[in-house]
């Protein structure tokens, strides 16, 4: 059997496959693939027999491969936002599994496909299924305000005055002014699968930006990215020396 593993992040790609092999020992890893043009290209030429993919990729949602992947097979789907795993959910995926994935979860997941696997094989499921996904990616909004707290008292900040957020004790929203906000959001996992890939992109673990803001950006000795906003001062963005070369597509 062949499993793909779709996943940008490569501690969470690396803890996903131990466990697979730990539950599949037979199986043929495939990937990680670590966006939606890579898979999308991958899948032009290859079907394999399972997915294991996260739902928010630096480019995009997952869902946009299968609504036009012509090798449509069956999917688990990880994701840190119950609202996006519902929604996979109701796409008759397999299953979906919340962020940090937990090994009994997934050995679940993994008896169900192979209880299910011949109901894949049948054309015309895979040809509703293919539906699905196109009905969803149609019907996709992104959210365009945030809800902020200031004391006592809500507002409400437009997604074109949102600089970044960032993730300390609690996850905070940064305005132009440079002034920090406390939000509701328990992680910036949750908060990439609500906003536009294409305008915001997730940096570190810390920080998630907005493209408008960052004015330029430059290489230091190690191969990472230093990026600097627009009329702000700001410490610690910084983008992997593994993420250079996507962030670099994703700003030009």
């Known amino acids: 059997m062949k499993i793909l593993i779709i996943e940008d992040e490569q501690f969470v790609a690396v803890s996903l496959a131990k466990i697979v092999r730990e539950l599949e020992p037979s199986a043929e890893l495939l990937g990680p693939l670590t966006s939606v043009a890579e898979a999308k290209d991958w899948l032009a030429n290859n079907t394999p027999d399972l997915i294991l993919s996260d739902i928010q990729l630096s480019d995009g949602i997952s869902l946009d491969i299968f609504s036009e992947s012509k090798a449509l097979c069956p999917i688990i789907f990880t994701t840190a936002y119950n609202e996006y795993a519902i929604k996979a959910f109701k796409l008759n995926s397999i299953d979906y599994l919340l962020k940090p994935i937990d090994k009994s979860e997934l050995s679940i997941a993994l008896q169900k496909f192979h209880f299910l696997q011949s109901k894949f094989a049948n054309e015309m499921y895979r040809t509703q299924l293919h539906e699905l996904f196109s009905n969803f990616q149609q019907a996709k909004k992104y959210k365009d305000r945030f809800t902020i707290h200031i004391g006592q008292s809500v507002g409400l900040i437009p997604v074109e005055e949102t600089v970044l957020f960032l993730k300390e004790e609690f996850i905070f929203l940064m305005k132009p002014d440079g002034l920090k906000y406390i ?33 330029s950006y430059r290489a230091d000795d190690t191969g990472k990215l230093i990026l600097k906003l627009r009329n702000l001062k700001t410490e610690n963005l910084i983008v992997s020396k593994e993420k250079a070369g996507e962030f670099k597509k994703w700003f030009e």
Do not use: A
């Not at 992680?187 to 940096?203: A, C, H, M, V």
């Open 183 to 215: 939000t509701d959001f328990r992680s910036l996992d949750e908060i990439e699968e609500l906003i536009n890939p294409k305008l915001f992109y997730r940096i570190n673990r810390q920080h998630l930006v907005h493209l408008s803001f960052i004015e």
